[in-house]
């Protein structure tokens, strides 16, 4: 089966190069794949995910996504690519002036969906994700906790090809991590989506096969 | 109120520069007739030995655009009242010819007198008469009020573009973030700006509103009741309809300008 991601000898840096976070990682993953990320605090595991959305360009080697090379893509390939990720962030990156249902339905309202079909889609999700009270409530006005399940709505709401996940559950007791990691085990099993999860902590319960990467002292390992 | 607050912010110095174009349009369209009344009402007096035709006038000149003879007839009739009709015969034989001669464009005093120096040095010409004091001073005051006019446009307009670039800076930062946001999921470019297009181009139309209904105002209302000639007899300058097309032309224009540096500079995720 063909590679979704292919990273061969990145290197991957801020500050103009000056910063290297990440140094010469090689790693590829396969449609339909379900990948853990650990690694410490600072290691550079944001970083990464950063870059396979390509927002940080690596400095050196290549990173393909999508058969894309993300060193040397233009803006509207790109753009188009980015339409098949979903990117759940560490810091939810809700637009705050949006309605949850709202930001819910961004991938949707992007892709050009009718509203009727935007409405529908944001009910469903939200309760799935168990906020279908909040709705039409602002994303300040929810508990940090409700609003990464609603980033984790949104990132699911288009069916992405890869969800790009950054500590999806870092602030979910565990009955909702696991309402989290049910969606994500569902999306990959039945949608065949290739996810990869950044976590400091991979869940017990956990049904599907996956690999386990490690950041570490800027490099990429796998555990076996 | 901090919506109305954030409007007023860029209505007003959009509405500054509108008014700017809208004052040089007008000021424009008043002078040039206020340049051609004067232009009309100024003429030289020639005096020459011979009978001479407009073109001859107009090879030593160019500015030269008419010349009106001044019956002699009269002027003898004036002098020779009295005197028998051979003497006044006489008189009129050897009386010069008198010129009113008219200039086509409004010229400074140093044009003046190069045009006097043209004529003089024709042998024929006698005499050059010029209204040169008179002339030159309201010549003067009135390039003078030109030009602190347009300095003061011009200052006015640089001002209000500083205000609001100031202003879409504080768009960019209320909207960065929806921006970016956007931008990670894959929004085109006219989808992520096309809040921050709706709401300037619609400020973009209440200043042009409001600047063509000040306008209209001071036609209407303010210049017909103002008892000040310029005003009454110009009352058709002061604001065309055509005005409000390049008043709302203009105000897009900046828009669209000021959104794009707003849209081009929120671009990267990263800080
Ligand atoms: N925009 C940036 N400019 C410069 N340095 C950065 C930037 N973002 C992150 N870094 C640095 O890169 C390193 C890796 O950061 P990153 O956010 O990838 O870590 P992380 O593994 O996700 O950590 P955590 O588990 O705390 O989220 C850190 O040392 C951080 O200070
Ligand atoms: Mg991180």
Redesign the pocket.
Known sequence: MSNVINASHITLA??NGE?E?IKDASFSIKKGEFVFIT?P????????LKALYGALKPTEGSLVVGGLDLASVGQSKLQELRTHLGIIF?DYKLVNEWTVAKNVVLPLMIAGYSVDVQNTQAQRLLKHVKLSEHADKYPLELSGGEQQRVGVARALSKNPVVILA??PTGNLDDYSSNVIWDLMENACQQLDTTVLV?T?KIPTIFSLPYRHFI?ESKGVYEVH | MKFIKNHLMFILPLMAILLGIEFYLVFDRTTNSYEKGLKEGYSMLVVTNKPMELSVFKALNRHISNAQKIKRESIVSEIAKGVSKSSSKEILASLPYFYNVGLDSYLSTSGLNKIKADLEADKNIKKVETFGSSYSSSYRLFSFIKFTLKLFIVFMGVVSLFLIIKQMEIWKYAHKERMQVMEIFGAPLMLRSGVLFKVAIADAFIATLLTSAIFLYVKFQWAANSGIDVMMENQEELFRLSDIAILLSSALLIVVIAVYSVVFSSKGV??
Do not use: F, R
Request: hydrophobic share 20%.
């Open positions: 801020y500050d910063k976070i690694g605090s600072g290691s550079g595991k944001s970083t990464l560490q950054d500590e950044v400091h950041i | 990263e800080e």
